[in-house]
């Protein structure tokens, strides 16, 4: 079992940056695969940025080059930096963990972002 607690959201202007933080609470978290997810009214839930155990990261291609995933294994946290924000990146985000080879069954509450001048 693991636990998932999101902070850091909030508003910020177009083109500012924002760091959203999570902490996960468990046994050998250090072995799940990290993820941010987001979600809009209406849409469907959509994977951001996933981070492995062994360090490996990718992407959804509308955040390369602007969003960083990163994971400190001996705090149990995993962060997601993100620049150049865009109105489009307004969302709730969500942290996720998962076992290797699993689906993605733990999440946390989620945390607002929103991209507005």
């Known amino acids: 079992q693991v636990q998932l607690v999101e902070s850091g959201g909030g508003l910020v202007q177009p083109g500012g940056s924002l760091t959203v933080s999570c902490v996960a609470s468990g046994s050998e978290v250090g072995m799940y695969s990290l993820a941010w997810f987001r979600q809009t009214v209406g849409r469907q839930r959509e994977l951001v940025a996933q981070?492995?155990?062994?360090?490996?990261?990718l992407y959804v291609h509308s955040v390369r080059g602007r969003f960083t995933i990163s994971r400190d294994n001996s705090k149990n946290t995993v962060d997601l930096q993100m620049n150049d924000l865009r109105p489009e990146d307004t969302a709730n985000y969500f942290c996720?963990?998962?076992?290797?080879?699993?689906?993605?069954?733990?999440w946390g509450q989620g945390t607002q972002v929103t991209v507005s001048s």
């Open positions: 981070i492995n155990s062994d360090g490996d990261s």
């Open positions: 996720a963990a998962r076992r290797p080879f699993e689906v993605w069954g733990y």
